[in-house]
T-cell receptor, first 114, second 111 residues
Framework: DAGITQSPRHKVTETGTPVTLRCHQTENHRYMYWYRQDPGHGLRLIHYSYGVKDTDKGEVSDGYSVSRSKTEDFLLTLESATSSQTSVYFCAIRVGSGGKETQYFGPGTRLLVL | GQNIDQPTEMTATEGAIVQINCTYQ??????LFWYQQHAGEAPTFLSY????GLEEKGRFSSFLSRSKGYSYLLLKELQMKDSASYLC????????????FGTGTRLTVIP
């Protein structure tokens, strides 16, 4: 357990509505990541953060935005949810240093967009 | 682009040894990771290789050959609880430490 929680753990929403997922860590790690996991695709990076107010895009960032106003929280927002964003979303933190950094994952959020 | 390949499914017998292969073609290389993921749960870190050779950790070992773009995860003395998906991931470069994942290998252990 790397001190990561995600909320909500499950959510059902309708197409066109905004959705915000929250990732919370208790260990003051600098780097945080949002991934989505879909059958046949594996885990794909959406956005990541390297500090408060410092974020960058990953390989599947279209339709998503993020914010990090404090170290412990990293928010993922779907401005207008679409059915293609139905997925399992995982948050991760980077732990370690000196070239031995490893990512640890939160429990995930299952999102269904109808 | 990044390309990481691993078999989709494997089946092995309790008590046996199984080897899960991973091949990669990436824009750079700064480490290869293996994660275990039980159904409905988060991935959990198993191993990390950055230099060629074998890293052993209990019943699990991971091997890397950078020149061949190849790694394997070796699971010994299989137990029923080892039934899970095993994810191979490559870190192409330092800095943000972004990982690129394969689609995973679903291992089923049978009695």
């Amino acid at each position: 357990d790397a001190g990561i929680t995600q909320s909500p753990r499950h959510k059902v929403t309708e197409t066109g509505t905004p959705v915000t997922l929250r990732c919370h860590q208790t260990e003051n790690h600098r780097y945080m990541y949002w991934y989505r996991q879909d059958p046949g695709h594996g885990l794909r990076l959406i956005h990541y953060s390297y500090g408060v107010k410092d974020t960058d895009k990953g390989e599947v960032s279209d339709g998503y935005s993020v914010s990090r106003s404090k170290t412990e929280d990293f928010l993922l927002t779907l401005e207008s949810a679409t059915s293609s964003q139905t997925s399992v979303y995982f948050c991760a933190i980077r732990v370690g240093s000196g070239g031995k950094e490893t990512q640890y994952f939160g429990p995930g959020t299952r999102l269904l967009v109808l | 682009g990044q390309n990481i390949d691993q078999p989709t499914e494997m089946t092995a017998t309790e008590g046996a040894i199984v080897q899960i292969n991973c091949t990669y073609q990436t824009s750079g290389f700064n480490g290869l990771f293996w994660y275990q993921q039980h159904a409905g749960e988060a991935p959990t870190f198993l191993s990390y290789n950055v230099l060629d050779g074998l890293e052993e950790k209990g019943r699990f070992s991971s091997f890397l050959s950078r020149s061949k773009g190849y790694s394997y995860l070796l699971l010994k003395e299989l137990q029923m609880k080892d039934s899970a998906s095993y994810l191979c991931a490559v870190r192409p470069q330092t800095g943000a430490n972004n990982l690129f994942f394969g689609t995973g290998t679903r291992l089923t252990v049978i009695p």
